[in-house]
């Protein structure tokens, strides 16, 4: 704004046109004295025109005060349903994967899985459900051959393996396995050649070194299941069988 300038709001304006109504009736005033009565001019009311379009326009803003009043109060509604469908939609999202975890936790296990370098790992393992109405669940077992236990196949569910019976204080036993359980999954080890580079070079046979890895029981034959579980006998460290059991609650 410049040093002298003046700044023009309505009252202003009003206080200009007050100024220019009491000229006009000044001159009003002269006029009547020095003319002739049917020559006196009419003059227009300044003074009550400016007055109204005073008001007029103080009454446009302050319904222009009371449209933006009403379009921002509208806004905010509009953000306030926005964020609370948003709110809803994560609190469903949570839910789902909550639920979703928790199933998942009840039909996963951490097993030991043999990677290609010969190391075993612990990973987490998923077996969905082979029994019927969500009301199973996955636990792992560890216990020293012989196990105890009198394994059987369903007839009415072929590649189905399971627990007919358990042996009274048998490591199978004091280890936790029960009667009915499914046999998902057990260790088992397997005896191959391995031969070093330098013996291939020379025309060397290799080495037998045994392997012990996680069998899944699912599908397979009844006799290859009994097969995998004996194997665990050729382990060289003599660690205990990891059986993987899906279980009634």
Known sequence: MAPNSISITPWNMALVLLALC???????????T??????????????ASSKEDTENLLEKARKL???????????????KEKDAKEQERLAEEREAKMQKDKVRMRYSAEVPILKD??????????FPPRLKGGKSRIVTIQAPLPLGLVLGEDESMPGLTSVDEVVQDGNG?????????????????QTTMETPTWQLIAGGIGQPKTK????SVDG???EEVLDAVGSNRMDVQGRDVWLILERMD
């Open 220 to 222: 397979r034959p009844f």
């Open 117 to 126: 370098m010969g190391d075993e790992v612990m990973e987490r393992v998923d």
């Open 65 to 79: 005060r009371q449209d933006v009043s009403a379009i921002e109060s509208s806004k905010a509604e509009i953000q």
């Open 22 to 32: 009491n000229a006009s009736i000044n001159t009003l005033a002269f006029s009547t």
């Open 212 to 215: 012990r890895f996680m069998y």
């Open 173 to 189: 036993d004091i280890a936790g396995v029960k009667q009915g359980d499914i046999v998902r999954a057990i260790t088992a080890c």
């Open 34 to 47: 020095t003319l002739p009565s049917r020559h006196t001019p009419r003059i227009p009311p300044l003074c």
